[in-house]
C-alpha cells in the first residue's frame, strides 16, 4: 500500500489560509469517507484533528476544516497563526482493511 | 481521561527481538480497537497493526511489513497491550505509538511513543 501524497511544505503568513491536500486512489481516500487528520508538533505525539473526512474532535479550533473529492482530501487551516506551525497527515481506511497514512506536509508560518 | 504510556523500546540487534508495551488507563483495553503506528526518525507515520475490542472477535490485522513478524496482544488483568516484534530489521527501527481506535477509523488517543533502535 503507497502512502498517499502530500505536499512536502505549505507556507502562509498569519492570518492567510492554507490547503493540504492529500492524493490516494479509489481504493482508500475515494473509497470510503473514512480520512481523518493528524497534526504533530515537534518530538510530540500526533494529535486528531478531523476524523470521516469533516467531523472535528472536541477542543479543535473551526478555523481548520476538511473536504473531499474524489480521490484526494483536504485541510484548510484559516486565520493561520503561529502555534498552527507543526507537521499534518492524513490517514484513510483501505480496502484491506488496513490504514495508510500521507506523506505528510511541513507548515511554516511566515 | 484515556491516557496511553509505552514502554520497551530500545537497542536491538538485526534478527532479535523485542516486546513493547502498552498500558492503558481511562478505558478497558478488552473494550478497545487499539493500533501500533511507527515513525521512522525524520519520516512519517506508518500503520504497523491493530487488535479490536473483544465483542468483535479479538482479531488483528497487520500491515504488510508485519505480517509473520509482529504480534499484537493484550493482558486485561494488567490492562495493557503488547508489540511482540522478531526478526527485526534496520528498517524497523522508530518510535512506536499505540493509539486508540475510539472514533470512526481514526486514532483519538496516542501514547507518547517508545524508541526502537535495530543496529548492530
Known amino acids: 500500500q503507497s502512502a498517499l501524497t502530500q505536499p512536502a511544505s505549505v507556507s502562509g503568513s498569519p492570518g492567510q489560509s492554507i490547503t493540504i491536500s492529500c492524493t490516494g486512489s479509489?481504493?482508500?481516500?475515494?473509497?470510503?469517507?473514512?480520512v481523518s487528520w493528524y497534526q504533530q508538533h515537534p518530538d510530540k505525539a500526533p494529535k486528531l484533528m478531523f476524523y470521516d473526512v469533516t467531523k472535528r474532535p472536541s477542543g479543535v479550533s473551526n478555523r481548520f476544516s476538511g473536504s473531499k473529492s474524489g480521490n484526494t482530501a483536504s485541510l484548510t487551516i484559516s486565520g493561520l497563526q503561529a502555534e498552527d506551525e507543526a507537521d499534518y497527515y492524513c490517514?484513510?481506511?483501505?480496502?484491506?482493511?488496513?490504514?495508510?497514512f500521507g506523506t505528510g506536509t511541513k507548515v511554516t508560518v511566515l | 481521561e484515556v491516557q496511553l504510556v509505552e514502554s520497551g523500546g530500545g537497542l536491538v540487534k538485526p534478527g532479535g527481538s523485542l516486546r513493547l508495551s502498552c498500558a492503558a488507563s481511562g478505558i478497558t483495553v478488552s473494550q478497545a480497537w487499539v493500533s501500533w503506528v511507527r515513525q521512522a526518525p525524520g519520516k512519517g507515520l506508518e500503520w504497523v497493526g491493530r487488535i479490536k475490542r473483544k465483542e468483535d472477535g479479538g482479531t488483528t490485522d497487520y500491515a504488510a511489513p508485519a505480517k509473520g513478524r509482529f504480534t499484537i496482544s493484550r493482558d486485561v488483568s494488567k490492562n495493557t497491550l503488547y508489540l511482540q516484534m522478531n526478526s527485526l530489521n534496520t528498517e524497523d527501527t522508530a518510535v512506536y505509538y499505540c493509539?486508540?481506535?475510539?472514533?470512526?477509523?481514526?486514532?483519538?488517543?496516542w501514547g507518547q511513543g517508545t524508541l526502537v533502535t535495530v543496529s548492530s
Open positions: 479509489s481504493s482508500d481516500v475515494g473509497a470510503y469517507n473514512y
Open positions: 490517514s484513510s481506511y483501505t480496502s484491506n482493511n488496513a490504514y495508510v
Open positions: 493509539a486508540t481506535e475510539g472514533v470512526s477509523w481514526a486514532f483519538d488517543y
